[in-house]
């Protein structure tokens, strides 16, 4: 029965009140709802990368996660996060990449961090390890306060007790005042017993300069197992450390490293243009015994056995001179060939040695070239091919591509073989650069430039804001940095420090000529810094750290546990990448930039109002503002420390840390990089017109670059007067007639007999052409071909690029034959073992507390072996393999590591491999601390925990168990402290990986400290067999007696020491970095030469 | 001519009810209401016949006949949605590409599915609901005597019918009466269906007269 | 406005920055992927070769996932994007079945599916997504398909050799890859050998926390 409509209505109408019964899910829209939404919208007119500038101070941007968790903008799923975008500069590596921290406003969080747009180098770009800094920043294994040993406890039996930096302030300060107090009073041992020991810097100035106030020889670095062979391979070609390639204009990328896609200096920023160049139609050459990931990617890979590459550089050159296809132009303007052939003596040396067949008459250009064509000769692409290895029509090939890319061709010599093989400054940057030169790519566009052109670091000189600039030049030189065996060493031979100090012979035979060598280091701060970890021999280290006799106060200055932690005596937090200041540049490009480190939220705190109650001490009070820990930065706790050794001035230290505009308070570190920046012309000539100061500026911005398209910086005129007959070098005016003119036009002081010995000359221009040039900072000025500083050290045999070619010039030439080379592989098992390559988004010691960085480094670090070689001993894929590292010098096993065998492809035969940047250790998982009502953690997530047991000199390690998945919460009742950050940290119960990866190699190498340079030469040969029914993955066996017999038989049978000519120490164009000496300190004492000559 | 303001509170009123009816389950109180009512029961005659709608205890027929039945026909079976009709697939289409959701906008309404178990908001429901709002503007246009609005407001309910709520409905509740179980489910359906067309009907009438 | 992704597979070095990036921009838990960058060793010593590819979702114009969802909360937003809602999500792992390149996965700690949105959040404020502003040798393309001005539209444009993953099962990616090879992104276009890819262990261990 159907109802009408109107029966419809007319029951319906009054009875339900049906208009109540509805849900209520339509509504009109109001001008409220609309106007909020008036800046989201799902079709935006562009996509930009970053947020406008003027924005950055209050920019919102909706919640990535709360989008996810609630559907986003359809559903109501939009929450705004109100941004404060700050500045700052990643910490994970030297490139010193462009970072923006993203405070959230409202919780004082940092809640990602982005890159910076303003930073040219690294155009708002980064890596994986710049993104993973809010994971190290939130931590939650990181540690929150100030530590120290417990009193009455040993070192290294980890008991700790929470303190306070007041407290440390103090026993520092005090300790410290007695060292410097004898020092000021002339105790030439006090002169030596404090020693700042960097890791990693991430500065540019500022702390050198705080050691230097202290007033002894007190600054070590761990250069030598880093980067010393590739830096004497540049500095005796042009006096600069390192090369800075205009990779993006590039025509041929010839790497023998892995800096397209692997390699720290300078990572990403060096990929990218790489990248770029290649894109538009470069070509990429990679030499590497292992197939990198830039090797992987190649236009060609030369599998060179280690350590031979010279032979390829070698080769090319030869080839380019006999087929008169060098620059010539290039070679005759620049390199010091009239030296070379003016100096008969070394030309009938070489005569001697069969190297020349004759000495030539005539010093023309030409015979330069005749002599050249006759040294490398014999170095033939058939001779290079067996050398190295490598198929010879592979070496055909790059020759052609050498040939098309003319003076376009860049390299950068700085770890690879440089780092790992005996002779490497010799087979990477003396013979690589020699291949550039002749080319002619050195300076120009696309071509490899130096570094010092590049680098704009101002960290040092902010002395216009404090009552004292600069303190006089040091008067000491410690043994303990620099021993008198490796006088032209790049940097301190910081992995022999426990050696040295524990060597009572060597110390008596230097007493007894004079010298005076301490046998403590009376307070030891190490910073970012993990010797018992990275450096080789660590078993030595903890031997030699724990020895309160060796070692009188140990300070470690790091924001996280590590090896060296455990066996030191106070742990200071100091930050990472967005809780410290630094000013921090790179040359990787050809252009000058420079940026800035800035603790971001206390940055953020101040521009929203906040005020510091002590103004020195403001980072610290913004930590514990907002609940990230009493984590301070370097800078202001080396400014209240220098106040703490010194508090009263009396020892004219805290004169240099004293506000100029508040004198009696300490300067503020505002105060101080504003000084520093004020020195840069362009930044402050913009900053007056914008009406804001340079610290203002940098802190707003991050960067600032001051001068583009930097090239040929040799060709660049010296000021010269006429009238006054003089030259302006570095702001002052120099008459020309306290200077002599050598054969080149090089323009130096007349002192030390100047003119004889190139040791000891100050370049200050080159003459050419009538005009003064800046040239290159080598005593003639010019490219050094031929090193007479070499041969005035005793090292005539590689005064020129040269490589051995016959078992004879093997033995002679020891010292630039690699320790690894093939003719020292005589056993069927015998290999070389890789162990310097990177994981690309590892660092050595704090990507072990970056949960994300340890994620997708979860490919259990093996020992990678060439599958022809694994079959042939019967090795499988995962089985566990030992390794018994054999010393190639003296014949002496110092110990073995068993690790996990991976057969590949990806490995020359013959080779091994396994990243040193993996094999973390702990021995406890989490301290109870006094103080504290919550365990500390310690990497819980990237590490794994072992046994360790020792038997005399005789060590073992075992790995007991591997990661801790566990819930982070937050269990103390100090409501202050956001510590461990349980909402950044809710996935650690996530952690599925079982154990770390990697072995701990570095245990059983000993210090092979290369004769030249001082490198620490970290291949070694190794025996391999099959793990036994004994062996477990992970073990470490080493004998301390055996490695510290390895580092006397490399000091005794290799090197040659000094002095050199007048007595030096050291050639003085190759000066100690840091800070100035004074002229008697390069001296010996007891020998002619000591002056009063001062700088 | 009848009182056309009762006819407009009648309209609202149904299409609340209906509303209500279809986008959630029954509730007892609602159930009770009916039973207890004589008018409304008129809308429901196979429902009036059935044994357990008088036998049963509310609270069970509920939870076991009604609520089964319900989530037979509108969950599982045939989705009381517009776009799963009209497109070809058969999607749901919550996007804001949904034209439903265009229309509401465009006439200056929005939806607020948190409110309702809705999925979308094409939801029979909802555009009941819909037709309900506007039916409730047009009262309140003739309350004040505002003949230009209300004019207006007739054209989108014309507009919405015919596009939208007269359209794809017709198949829909024919579908929903095939597969109903219990007669209350086809009462349902078959009075939504006669409604809506008597509603589209009367408002053709009303323009052909003057007002 | 159509958004969609193009890798330039000759510039990707695989440093992962975009993986990380992601994690960071999105809360991304441990043990799930939204990126992944995968490394393949292709050929035998001296010739020896590596390759990378980053894998993500591919926003396809005809998603299995957005169709197979019974809640709908997957769902298209205008610009093209298959956003993600946990709230409606209600774990069935329909989805993740469906996808066939495994771009979706379950969030251990909310147990809901979950996927890149192309940083949807960040298109809202005209920003792009994380991983592309991460990346260091500018491997990464964004942008609308529809305006043939765009960086991406010209790549694609300009090259002959675009390639999609799994093109024969029709799901319309909007990712490509240009300059790659098909080592790269076709799974069966090499054979596995004995020895081992770097890095590319994803071991499923025993699983811990969540479900």
Known sequence: ?1095 | MENIIEMTQARINMYGFLSRLLIEEVDPFTLNKIKENEDLLELFPNTKEWEDFWEKDTMKLVEEDLNVDFTTIFILNVYPYESVFVNDEGHINPTITNPTLIFYREHGYSIDLNKTRALSPDHIGVELEFMMNLVQEELNALAREDENEVKRLREIQKKFLEEHIGNWTVPYLLAVKDIAETPFYYDVADATLEFLMSDLEYLYNLEEQPA | MRLGFLVDLSRCMGCMACAVSCKAENNVPLHSWRLRVKYIDQGEFPDTKRHFVPLRCNHCENAPCERICPVSALHYLPNGIVNVDHDRCIGCASCMMACPYNAIYLDPLTNSADKCTYCAHRIEVGMMPACVVACPTHANIFGDLDDPESEISKYLQEHRDVMVRKPELNTKPKHFYVRGSTVALDPLASERPEGYTLFTEVKFLDHIGGH
């Open chain 1, 1 to 1095: 029965m159907r109802t009408t409509r109107r029966n419809f209505l007319k029951t319906v109408a009054a009875a339900v009140g049906g208009a109540a019964l509805v849900k209520g899910a339509v509504e009109k829209t109001t001008n409220q709802a609309v106007a909020e939404e008036a800046n989201l919208t799902f079709t935006p007119q562009h996509l930009d990368y970053y947020p406008p500038f003027d924005k950055w101070n209050d920019w919102k941007e909706p919640s990535g996660d709360y989008w996810k968790k609630h559907g986003g903008a359809l559903r109501n799923g939009v929450k705004l996060i109100n941004y404060m975008i700050v500045p700052t500069v990643c910490s994970n590596c030297e490139a010193a990449c462009g970072l923006t921290a993203w405070v959230d406003k409202d919780e004082m969080v940092v809640r990602k961090f982005m890159g910076n747009p303003f930073h040219t180098g690294s155009r708002g770009r980064n890596c994986a390890k710049g993104y993973a800094a809010l994971s190290q920043m939130y931590d939650p294994d990181r540690i929150p306060f100030p530590l120290k040993r417990a009193p009455g406890s040993k070192r290294g039996e980890g008991k700790w007790v929470r303190t306070t930096w007041d407290e440390a302030l103090k026993t520092i300060g005090e300790r410290m005042r007695e060292v410097i107090k004898k020092a000021k009073n002339g105790d030439e041992y006090a002169k030596k017993m404090i020693m700042y020991h960097v890791g990693r810097p991430n500065y540019n100035g500022f702390q050198p300069r705080v050691v230097w106030t202290w007033g002894g020889d007190y600054h070590n670095s761990h250069t030598n197992f880093c980067s010393s062979g590739g830096r004497l391979g540049s500095i005796t070609w042009s006096g600069d450390d390192r090369t800075s390639p205009d990779f993006a204009n590039s025509r041929l990328i010839f790497l023998s490293s892995s800096h397209a896609a692997d390699a720290g200096h300078y990572f990403q920023q060096h990929a990218g243009y790489i990248a770029d160049a290649r894109a538009k139609g470069a070509k990429l050459v990679v030499m590497d015994p292992r197939l990198s990931n830039s090797a992987g990617m190649a236009d060609l890979w030369l599998p060179t056995w280690p350590g031979t590459e010279a032979a390829i550089f070698l080769a090319m050159a030869s080839r380019l001179l006999q087929e008169d296809k060098y620059n010539r132009k290039f070679v005759e303007r620049w390199f010091n060939w009239k030296t070379l052939m003016k100096d008969k003596d070394y030309l009938n040396y070489l005569k001697k040695e069969g190297i020349i067949s004759k000495v030539p008459e005539g010093e023309t250009f030409d015979d330069f070239i005749s002599v050249l064509k006759e040294i490398y000769a014999p170095y033939t692409f058939e001779w290079a091919a067996e050398e190295t290895k490598v198929p010879i029509d592979r070496l055909e090939k790059l020759y052609e591509m050498i040939l098309w890319a003319g003076d376009r061709i860049t390299s950068y010599f700085w770890r690879a073989q440089a780092a790992g093989n005996r002779g490497g400054w010799m087979s990477a940057g003396r013979t690589g650069n020699f291949l550039l030169a002749l080319t002619g790519s050195i300076g120009g566009v696309g071509g490899t430039g130096w570094h010092h052109w590049h680098a704009l670091g101002v960290g040092n000189n902010g002395g216009a804001s404090t009552l004292k600039d600069k303190p006089k030049p040091v008067d000491a030189w410690s043994e303990l940095l620099w021993p008198p065996e490796w006088p032209i060493a790049a940097y301190e031979l910081s992995i022999i420090l426990p050696h040295l100090l524990s060597d009572d012979e060597w110390r008596k035979k230097w007493e007894k000529r004079g010298l005076k060598i301490p046998d403590k280091v009376e307070v030891w701060f190490g910073r970012m810094y993990n010797p018992v970890w990275t450096n080789p021999d660590g078993f030595r280290w903890i031997e030699t750290l724990t020895d309160e006799n060796k070692f009188g106060l140990t300070i470690h200055m790091s924001p996280t546990w590590s090896e060296t932690s455990w066996y030191v005596d106070y742990i200071l937090p100091v930050g990472l990448a967005g809780e410290r200041h630094d000013n921090q540049t790179a040359e990787t490009k050809p252009e000058r930039w420079t940026a800035f480190r800035q603790p971001v939220l206390r940055v953020a705190l101040k521009k929203m109002g906040w005020k510091p109650e002590n103004p020195a001490r403001a980072t610290l009070e913004a930590h514990k503002k907002v609940g990230l820990g009493e984590v301070w930065e370097d800078d202001e706790f080396w400014i209240n420390l220098a106040w703490a050794i010194d508090p009263d001035g009396s020892l004219g230290i805290r004169q240099y840390w004293e506000s100029k505009k508040n004198p009696g308070q300490p300067v503020t570190v505002e105060e101080w990089y504003n000084a520093c920046f004020s020195t840069i012309p362009g930044l402050k000539k913009i900053c007056e017109k914008m009406g804001i100061t340079p610290y203002e500026y940098m802190r707003d911005r991050g960067a600032w670059t001051e001068e583009t398209n930097v090239y040929n910086v040799m060709e660049r005129e010296v000021p010269y007067d006429p009238v006054k007959k003089a030259i302006k070098v570095k702001g002052k005016w120099i008459p020309l007639s306290e200077c002599d003119i050598d054969e080149n036009g090089a323009v130096f002081l007349k002192h030390h007999n100047a003119k004889k010995y190139h040791s000891e000359r100050h370049i200050l221009a080159v003459k050419k052409d009538g005009k003064f040039l800046k040239g290159f900072h080598t005593p003639t000025g010019h490219l050094e071909y031929y090193s007479k500083t070499l041969v005035e050290f005793g090292w005539p045999e590689y005064a020129i690029p040269i490589y051995p070619r016959t078992d004879d010039q093997r033995k002679k030439w020891i010292h630039i034959l690699s320790h690894v080379h093939h003719s020292y592989m005589n056993e069927e098992n015998a290999f070389v073992l890789n162990p310097i390559f990177r994981l690309v988004y590892n660092i050595h010691t704090r990507s072990v507390n970056a949960k994300w960085l340890m994620e997708i480094s979860q490919n259990h670090n093996p020992v990678w072996i060439h599958e022809s070689d694994a079959k042939r001993l019967g090795i499988k894929r995962g089985e566990p393999v030992k390794l018994r590292v054999i010393d190639t010098l003296t014949g002496i096993e110092t110990g073995y590591f068993v690790g996990m065998a991976m057969p590949t492809q990806a490995i020359r035969p013959g080779v091994v491999a396994c990243s040193h940047h993996q094999g973390r250790w702990r021995v406890r998982d989490f301290v109870k601390v006094e103080g504290f009502d919550q365990g500390l953690g310690v990497m819980t997530f990237g590490s794994t925990r072992v046994n360790i047991e020792r038997d005399g000199n005789t060590w073992k390690m075992r790995t007991v168990e591997g990661t801790i998945p566990r819930e982070v919460k937050a269990k103390h009742h100090e409501k202050w402290l956001k510590w461990p950050y349980p909402e950044f940290n809710e996935d650690i119960k996530e952690v599925w990986w079982k154990a770390t990866t990697g072995v701990w190699q570095n245990a059983v190498f000993p210090p092979n400290p290369d004769p030249l340079s001082g490198m620490q030469c970290w291949h070694k040969k190794v025996l391999i067999e099959k793990g036994g029914p004994d062996d477990k993955i992970g073990d470490v066996v080493v004998n301390t007696d055996a490695t510290f017999k390895v580092y006397q038989a490399w000091r005794d049978k290799l090197t040659r020491p000094a002095p050199g000519p007048n007595g030096l120490r050291r050639p003085k164009w190759m000066p100690r970095p840091w800070y100035p000496h004074t002229d008697s300190a390069y001296r010996m004492p007891g020998t002619a030469g000591h002056s009063s000559h001062e700088e």
